[in-house]
């Protein structure tokens, strides 16, 4: 795949002195050289992104859909396009998207051009580059225009603006990191470096990757009943890392779902931590879990979806004593651990040794549920390191659940071809820690208060890394930033039978998908072992894999797709053998859900009656168009004085409003009240979303009404009643009938209130229909009973259909059929004759018999016919013939 995108002239021109095949890494190294820029790490992941846009539409251009490549005829405009929003700055994205596309073109040349020369195009006037004739002509004039440092997005991302000078790509921010702070009497020196800390983070590199800041200082004012242990907060606030409130015109870039709160500029932030003073206290626990329940609130907050799916958050408390709230110490693990909320990870700094024999309590408990780190001093120059190493980590591939393990005199990890620069946080007492590289050099790095120590690295050493300590063990943190980027294309099957890209962004949940995955990094990859993509989900759990194999050039696999925000790792080994797993970075993804709805048939409310049974309908549907079929089950939440039954459990949902109609019956306790009114739920429970879903009706008690079928026959249904008596109904003036024929028409018929029967004529045999009745009295009260279903008579069914001959030979045929389209009953067998050969009944389940024993090319007429109760239904004849010996 690499390959692939070095075809490209603009690409292949700045890497054909690389040797072996180039990763994003060394693409960016040879620009930079190339440009004359200084690379640097934010550099890196700007143009690590601005290639994303460029190969994706390479790869689409070059290998997508034929229907959706651009031809060789569209060259000229698709050049000037670009030329005009690059030059105009008025949408980066399709402009690089644009290059990409004139990449795989290579040529653009036309009658009219085919004159132009090469010295021709190397004048510094960005409109002669639409005389170019090639990839390799129009890269050159726009290195001589000083245009490629805002394509590929290098350096800075301000070199590339818009007319007004407002940078035109901005990386997404999306991490926050909050800080808590004891403010009692004894934290004074300590706040003062959480001071200096703070004022560093807002001027540094890391604010230009933060999305906000949390300040929530905590003491101890005395308020001890749960109810009220926030009130032993200073404050809890939020703040727009990159918003000033006292600028003019300016907002923050996010608001709160709770628009109560206030999100503050970093002015605010700065103006708050220089208010912190130490005071109060006495005895020694505070109310820190109180605080570290606010800090991650405030971040759960944030009315942005990628900031509680993709954000990579910490809090750091510093303090110097247990909590006197230990006891909510697990619902912070459980705050910080949910999936469906924020990845937080917290962190602890401590000055002195907590409290008593309590030490700091339950904090330590925190730290390793969250995967963070404890540091046994709070000064200036190991909270500074500290903090570089945890924004270190926002472009990380590292779970806070993989970044803990057991203490060791030595620790080993692997570092893979993939891995562009890695962290590693030491904590250890010791006063050293010797780091030996792959190559087997090492060097000695110190600790700070023999406490921890921070390594990083760039490009580092493919292969098996170790630090170790001459005295006791030490715990190691890593998180590294890989190069790695997956096209994955999920495959439908086309009605040729060929499985092509789907045109759909994305399958859906539930549905098992066959994909292909592309990559410019396969040449980094071994496939001598296996090879996984996996989906996990924030925690890192793996939902679903699939084993990767090599099938005509690409790699492909098979997935039964989750729900929810999800994110792609893959798992394998290297070209050096080097075991990796790795989540790709920036790959989150949702796969669409299905959507339930629910409809109660007939009337909005259901009728109860005091000691009757009432029927009602529900009709169940995915009004979306997948999954292709859902398993799904049903519970009613209803009073306890009615018994409740659906007939159906469990069931299938199909796609596209197929509706399927479940019945449920209520049955009333005598004690019910008339008039009284009922909550009652319906709930849905399907194997793809594994939320339930809950709808919500009512119904109503009402004096009851003596209904009756009196007859029934194939067309008709005759009902009787008797007048209700109530002491809270007047005199009868006239009676509703309503009937539900269960095929969309819905009937009503106002009888007199001195007439107590009606018949229902010219229906079909073995139809349904559901009827009910209100009567109406004068003085404006009812009587109502819900509906009741009735089946009119049984009768002979039609022909089958589809009736056919298949697999005939000398001596012997297979004969099948389907359903009769009149049913007009329940089918109970079928029968099957050739006259003087065969003449059997088979049950309804049964649609195909092989009859053997024939002679060879001699007519038979087959006869098929279906049964009901009522008898059988007229036959229908087939003649065949048996072919010759």
Known sequence: MQTIVLQSAAIANITSNQEGPPNVTTLYTALTATLNVTPTENGLDEFSDAFDVITDAYFKACYGPEEEKPSQSDAQSILTDFLSLLENRSDITRMRQLFGELSCLQNFSNASLSHVSKRSLIVADLSVCAMATSISLLYKCLDTNDQLD?????????????????????????????????????MGAEIGHARDVIQHFLQSEENNITLCYVLVPFNDYGYESVANFKQNLDFDRIYDANYHSNISNQYPSFSMTNTSITVRGVNDLLTDVNSLTANGGGDCPEYGMTAILAAIDLI??????????????????????????????????????????????????????????????????????????????????????????????????????????????????????????????????????????????????ATFANSFAVYKDTNPQPGNWRACVSSGTLQLSLTSSVSLELDVDYLKESENGELLPTKQLLPYACDTHTFTISSPQFSNISLAYPLYLEIIDNLNNVLEYAQLSECGGFLSGSLTLPHGSVQYQLRGHDIGGIPFTHVVPDSYITFDAPSIQVELKGKSTIVLNPGGTSLARIAVSNIKSGPKSLEASVSIIMHPQVNVNVDTMPFTIEPMQQEKELQITFDASETLTVGQTLAWSVVILDSCSNEPLMINFTAIVKPTIPFNVTSTSRSMISFEWLSPVDPT?????????????????????????????????????????????????????????????????????????????????????????????????????????????????????????????????????????????????????????????
Not at 352 to 371: L, R, V, W
Request: charged share 15%.
């Open 729 to 885: 109904l007047g005199n009868i003036t006239h009676y509703v009938l309503t009937l539900d024929y269960t095929n969309g028409t819905i009937a009503t018929v106002n009888v007199s209130g001195d007439i107590n029967q009606y018949q229902v004529n010219e229906l079909s045999p073995y139809q349904q229909v559901y009827a009910s009745i209100v009567a109406h009295s004068d003085n404006g009260e009812t009587a109502e009973i819900a509906p009741i279903a009735v089946l009119t008579d049984q009768a002979e069914p039609g022909p089958v259909s589809q009736l056919a001959t298949q697999s005939i030979s000398e001596t012997s045929v297979l004969i099948s059929w389907s359903l009769p389209q009149e049913q007009n009953g329940i089918i109970l067998f079928y029968e099957v004759s050739i006259m003087g050969l065969y003449n059997e009944t088979h049950n309804s389940s049964v649609y195909n018999i092989k009859i053997d024993d024939l002679n060879p090319y001699t007519r038979y007429t087959a006869v098929v016919s279906a049964a009901t109760s009522a008898g059988k239904g007229q036959p229908i004849t087939l003649e065949f013939y048996s072919l010759e010996g």
């Open 150 to 186: 805002c394509i590929f997005n290098l350096n800075d991302p301000n070199n590339c603006t818009t007319t007004d000078g407002q940078p035109l790509y901005v990386k997404e921010k999306k991490h926050c990191l909050a800080f808590v702070v004891d403010t009692t009497g004894s």
């Open 300 to 445: 759960d907050g944030i009315n942005r979806q990628k900031v509680q799916n993709e954000g990579k958050h910490n809090i750091i408390v510093l303090t110097d004593a247990s909590a006197k709230d230990d006891s909510l110490y697990q619902s912070v693990i459980d705050a910080a651990n949910a999936q469906d909320k924020p990845d937080v990870t917290v962190h602890f700094f401590y000055s002195g040794s907590g409290c008593g024999s309590d030490g700091f309590g339950h904090y330590e408990d925190i730290k390793n549920a969250t995967g963070g780190v404890s540091v046994n001093q709070i000064d200036a120059a190991n909270f500074q390191i500290f903090a570089d190493f945890i924004t270190g980590s926002y472009d990380s591939d590292s779970s806070k659940r993989k970044r803990r393990n057991t203490p060791n005199s030595c620790q080993y990890f692997q570092i893979s071809h993939f891995v562009r620069r890695f962290s590693c946080l030491i904590e250890t007492s010791s006063s050293s820690i010797t780091i030996t590289k792959p190559d087997s050099s090492s060097h000695n790095i």
